[in-house]
């Protein structure tokens, strides 16, 4: 898969994990009333006109502020391109955005970009969404047809409206105010440790294991890689016909877009599951750092597998971390350097003596790798939350 791919955010369920706050985004399907449809789209087109104007007016005058890119821009959007002053706000707010990012970018061009698709930032006093109907600023009413209406009861926050032309489909991503409960004080540690083919659970009371869906993301990651070889010719004004073929291209994204979704599906299901059970034992949850991850991911080869195994470490990571913020329950993220070859019991580097099975050559324990990362992230993750030991906090009480 191309990191194109793994890249993209994914349709449906965006969230967000900030320090303070916490956010889902849902995905709403709409229809506007048939007679005000055209309007909303020239209202649209003139927002994307003054979003693109406001992005050449920021680089030209160098306008990263939003006061300055008030004083150059908010008269204008609302005198010459027509836009509610709530909307003018939003569009050189967004069009910041747009240059900041454009300019963060390494690889970017000389010019900056142009927003070609039609999508307009909705302030929340830009819009109501209730009861399956929309309004927005201006007065344009939109139905609702399909949503995920388990974030029904909370707070509406920013929201995107967006037009697919060639679909002809109105989208309005929602940002939804999440709660965040307090988080409860763990009785002990549910470590999880992630490898390419599995997932660990457990702790020194037990554990368990769970295969991971790289092989079976890869398999779609395979037939839009054959897809792409098939076509790879170019035709005679020089576009690659993989490209040319709406056919074609249609499949491969649909094929690569499956492959992430296997992989987003299950890091999702399986965190919940993960959450569900610490809060039930009122455990922390305890993962590695990622960028340790990093160094192991490298050590594989260049291939599609390492962007799918990156994909779901990162997916895993993200979701484990969302679900915990949501249900209350702690999470310690601790150093994975040398998690699988030290001894959880005294500390030594451990020998191997067998496929993937270690011997401490001090005390004489002895364990799978699996078992020996779990019990020493479970150990790092207890001293990090009982530095002066578990027992002294227990018989203290
Ligand atoms: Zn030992």
């Known amino acids: 898969m191309g990191r194109r791919t793994a890249n993209r955010k994914r349709a449906g369920r965006r969230t967000v994990n900030r320090e303070s706050e916490l956010y889902a985004a849902i995905q709403v399907n709409v229809t506007p009333e048939p007679a005000s449809k055209q ?23 160098k306008a990263l502020s939003p006061d300055k890119a008030y004083q150059l821009l908010y008269r204008e959007l609302i005198e010459k391109y027509g836009l509610p002053g709530l909307c003018a706000v939003a569009c050189y707010s967004q069009a910041i955005d747009i240059v900041k990012s454009w300019l963060n970018s390494p690889q970017r061009g000389k010019k900056p970009p142009t927003v070609k698709r039609l999508s307009m930032v909705l302030r929340p006093q830009c819009y109501t969404f209730k009861d399956g109907k929309v309004e927005l600023i201006g007065g344009y009413k939109l139905t609702a047809t399909s949503w995920d209406k388990r974030y029904d009861s909370y707070p509406n926050g920013a929201a995107r409206l967006v037009y ?9 991503h929602i940002f939804k105010h999440v709660p965040k409960p307090p988080k409860y004080k763990p009785k002990g540690v549910l470590a999880v440790d992630v490898n390419e083919k599995h997932i660990d659970i457990g702790n020194s009371s037990g554990q368990k294991r769970v295969e991971t869906p790289i092989d079976k993301a ?9 897809l792409r070889e098939k076509y790879h010719y170019k035709n005679s004004k020089g576009y690659l016909a993989w490209r040319r073929r709406s056919g074609i291209y249609r499949r491969i994204l649909y094929f690569e877009k499956k492959a992430g979704d296997i992989i987003e599906d299950w890091a999702r299901k399986l965190t919940h599951d993960i ?20 160094e192991h991911i490298r050590r594989l080869p260049k291939s599609h597998r390492r962007a799918l195994v990156w994909l779901g470490y ?24 040398g998690t699988s070859t030290t001894c959880p019991r005294c500390g030594t580097k451990l020998v191997e003596v067998g496929y993937r099975r270690f011997r401490c050559p001090r005390c004489g324990f002895e364990a799978d790798r699996d078992t020996i990362a779990v019990l020493n992230i479970e ?4 001293s990090k939350l009982w530095p002066f030991g578990f027992n002294k906090v227990w018989t203290g009480r």
């Open 39 to 61: 309007a909303l789209i020239d209202f649209m087109k003139r927002y994307r006109h003054a979003l693109n104007h406001s992005v050449r007016v920021i680089v030209a005058r």
């Open 218 to 226: 890869l398999h779609y990651v395979g037939l839009a890689e054959d």
């Open 379 to 382: 150990k790092r993750a207890m």
């Open 275 to 294: 959450v569900m059970e610490a809060k039930r034992k009122q455990l922390a949850i305890a993962r590695e750092d990622l960028t340790g991850l990093r």
């Open 314 to 337: 990162r997916r895993l990571a993200f979701w484990l971390d969302w679900e915990a913020e949501k249900n209350g329950v702690p999470v310690i993220v601790v150093d994975p350097a």
């Open 164 to 172: 697919n032309k060639r679909e002809d489909k109105f989208t309005l």
